[in-house]
């Protein structure tokens, strides 16, 4: 079926490398690569390469860039934006780390990590729980997503807020560049001043620049104390009001403040098993609010009260309540995660990942919900998401009835009317997904020609064969 | 004096675009720029250009790049390894940022800042606390340095353990290209992954890529809690537990914890006016502890009193005072802060700025002096620094009696012997200052082929003239 441009004598050449059974031919074991969560991109290629270990991920890609072969790189395959997907010609080898999956060292003194890209992120909190420390990042597909996947969309996830995206998360890289030589960046400094910043390069390039096969990761003392809270209000101009309380009382102890629709809370008691609305009467908006305390439980527990004490005086909490066991706190942030996948059973669903300055999260939404309704009568619009970050997940699921395919193909209209409002307010196109090859058109249309100037210069430096993940970020 | 290789002809094309006003020729007027602070690098230059807007440094860099001219940067004239120092042949041109000092914009809601490249650190303090917010870099030398000068070299301070360095602290920049061009990346997002990382590369860049002209600060609150605590402890090892401890029992709360040893503490006494030992006796090293927390005041006290109480019963805290008052908090921090000065009446000093993971810096100190004093019988070794962030200040000041310049005379041998060490626990011999030209042949020594490679890669991409300050981090 593979119609490939790679011969066959080339593709046997590739397999030598890592030896014929982690070199898949299987049309049927490669299928599930090429294509990703949302179904928007279907890729082919021929050959799916396992590497076990960072030599031969060395000798795949020196032996692409010798023959100019395309390699894209795919981790847990749960990127949003395409850009673990290969393109549609079969011209792309696909190369996975999910042989490379071990934790190679930990150190809790030092509260580092080094792992290999390959670990999947769940995998890390549990061999950082098992020595009494926490890795923070936290996101719905935690099961399957895999650390070098995270590193290259500089992933950020629902504790952002507190403990910052991939970018603050790592401390060091191992990459194979391009050429197939391997930096070994693996430091495991806090203050390192010694020349440009490549770590930072590699990190959110979407596979670009090179493979990242190792990292050192920063790693957390478990909090002490955990309050969840889920709180009733009128009006995101009053979550805006007490998520600025909640900085102000909280400091870094504010560990997640979620902003969540009242069609959101519908369509999850609708559709996601075992999740319940945890107030008693409906309200137009919900936040969900997280702190957590290193000293101790009691801290936690006064802040969260004070809060909503302060909340309610104030007259923006309508009504809330605190989760009252691990239990509990887990079922309202699960309400939260599934947010996303309660949309589908509600037919289409037009995504946005945007942020603009947190201040004016209020008025960007107004405006937006305004401009899509207009647009689309009937659109609904659920929007949530990490509101401490600016960081909105603008989705808008189809109007009840409405043709599925038919809505589907106003994505680009409907994204234009939301993205124009995102940079009116000087926000961010792609807040934590990336571009890949979804915005990859579009960021070249709204960025300057000395900045796509720019990355395309970094790209030819460090990728003179073009043969990373071409056609990702920037055009191939 | 100056036998410059440019011709007053092209120094005249310099100064037609700052008028000339603002082009500096009088060889007594440019001598202050020529020199650094440690008296390490002496340069010369006929011409200090003064630009007052971006267009005129755009101006400036188009005819450099067009004309092959090489330029300096600076700012503030603080920095510690000789990057912002003219070489000494004369071909430089020096820009310097002082004219460009504005704060742009403030928005306390948003808890950003817009400043100039050339605003002064204690600019930035005094205009954030106007609107009741903090900026949280703290540097000794505050009151001269401007904030291009702060990204160039990613600064550190005495905060970095909570809030991170310069990298941490900026949202975005605006720089113009060594060719002229304006790169507008002045975000304020939190969130935002749309393409390579372009600001990280800029940040500690050392001037070396383009000039940084304008900045997004990130601000935050003003802390309601304030303590800090003087404690003398019998061991570094004493030092690194109460540390671990501070950090669990305060997590991010803990906004300094310094380490200094007897004889900085002596130093300082004898040298500095108006500094006095806080505590009755001697003790053979010193932790400065500081706490700022969000929520109270009480929060603060509880934690340090804990902290004490804990350390006292472990053994670990042989004396300590806590500040009574915001008078007494300066004290403290000013005895730390001048403990570099007060080397200076003590005859020469051999300086290192180096980290090591943090739970070696115990084994690195006693490996340290045993090395330095077997090679130089009576060495005085005064380590201090920022114990939180691994990295420790190593300074040695000459054995007392010694000829000043034959100390200093052998300044490359005891590096080599301190940073052979450093190398050997996976340190770093840069944590906070920088390349510039004082470590720049070292740095190539002790780094892979393949990163050296890639910076230079990085170096042509952006300046292919090779106009801005050639020499510094890597070879002109």
Redesign the interface.
């Known amino acids: 079926m593979s119609s490939s441009a790679l011969s066959s004598d080339l593709l046997d050449r590739f397999a030598a490398i890592v030896g014929e059974k982690h070199a898949v031919r299987d049309a049927a074991e490669i299928a599930p690569h090429l294509v990703e969560n949302r179904g928007l991109y279907h890729g082919a290629s021929p050959m799916l390469l396992k590497p076990g270990s960072v030599e031969e991920v060395s000798a795949i890609l020196k032996l692409a860039s010798e023959t100019g072969t395309a390699i894209v790189p795919q981790t847990g395959n749960t990127g949003l934006v395409g850009g673990q997907t290969p393109r549609e010609d079969g011209s792309d080898i696909i190369l996975s780390l999910e042989r490379m999956n071990r934790v190679r060292d930990i150190?809790p003194?030092?509260n580092?990590m080094i792992v290999d890209g390959g670990c999947i992120l769940a995998d890390v909190h549990k061999a950082a729980a098992e020595h009494g420390r926490m890795f923070p990042l936290s996101l719905g597909s935690e099961g399957s997503c895999r650390i070098a996947g995270n590193l290259s969309?500089?992933a950020?996830g629902t504790a952002?807020l507190?403990y910052?995206?991939m970018?603050?998360l790592c401390l060091g890289l191992e990459v194979v560049?391009p050429t197939g030589?391997?930096?070994?960046?693996l430091?495991?400094?806090?203050?390192?001043?010694?020349?440009?910043?490549?770590r930072?390069?590699f990190?959110?390039?979407e596979g670009t620049?090179g493979v990242i096969t190792g990292a050192v990761l920063k790693l957390f003392?478990q909090?002490l104390g955990h309050q969840v809270a889920f709180a009733g209000l009128q009006s995101v101009d009053d979550a805006l009001t007490l998520f600025?309380n909640a900085?102000?009382?909280?400091?870094?102890?504010l560990t997640g403040f979620e902003l969540m629709p009242r069609i959101g809370v519908e369509f999850t008691t609708r559709h996601i098993p075992g999740v319940r609305d945890p107030l008693d009467t409906a309200h137009p908006w919900y936040v969900l609010i997280d702190i957590s305390?290193?000293?101790s439980a009691e801290?936690a527990e006064?802040?969260m009260s004070?809060l909503l004490e302060q909340g309610y005086e104030a007259g923006l909490v309508q009504d809330a309540t605190i989760a009252s066991s691990e239990t509990q706190q887990k079922a309202i942030w699960h309400m939260r995660e599934s947010m996303s996948d309660a949309q589908k059973p509600e037919g289409g669903s037009i995504k946005h990942d945007v942020?603009?300055?947190?201040?004016?999260i209020p008025q960007f939404m107004a405006e937006a919900e305004k401009a899509v309704v207009a647009a689309m009568p009937g659109a609904r619009v659920c929007a949530f998401g990490?509101m401490g970050?600016?960081?909105i997940h603008y989705n808008i699921s189809q109007p009840v009835g409405a043709d599925k395919a038919e809505f589907i193909g106003r994505w680009r209209e409907i994204n234009k009317i939301v993205h124009g409002l995102v940079l009116h307010h000087?926000?961010?196109?792609?807040?934590?997904?990336?571009?890949g090859q979804l915005?990859r058109d579009e960021?070249a249309s709204i960025?300057?020609d000395?900045?796509m100037d720019?990355?395309r210069?970094?790209?030819?430096?460090?990728d003179p064969a073009g043969i990373m993940n071409p056609g990702k970020?920037l055009k191939a």
């Open positions: 150190d003194v030092g580092t969309t500089n950020g952002v507190a910052g995206n970018r603050q560049l030589e391997i930096w070994n960046g430091r495991r400094l806090k203050k390192d001043n010694t020349g440009y910043d490549l930072d390069l990190i959110g390039a620049l003392p909090p600025k900085s102000s009382l909280c400091g870094t102890a305390t290193s000293d801290t006064r802040m004070a942020s603009v300055p947190v201040a004016q990490h970050d600016g960081n000087g926000g961010s196109i792609s807040a934590e997904h990336g571009i915005k960021l960025r300057s000395i900045e720019l990355m210069r970094i790209k030819t430096a460090f970020v």
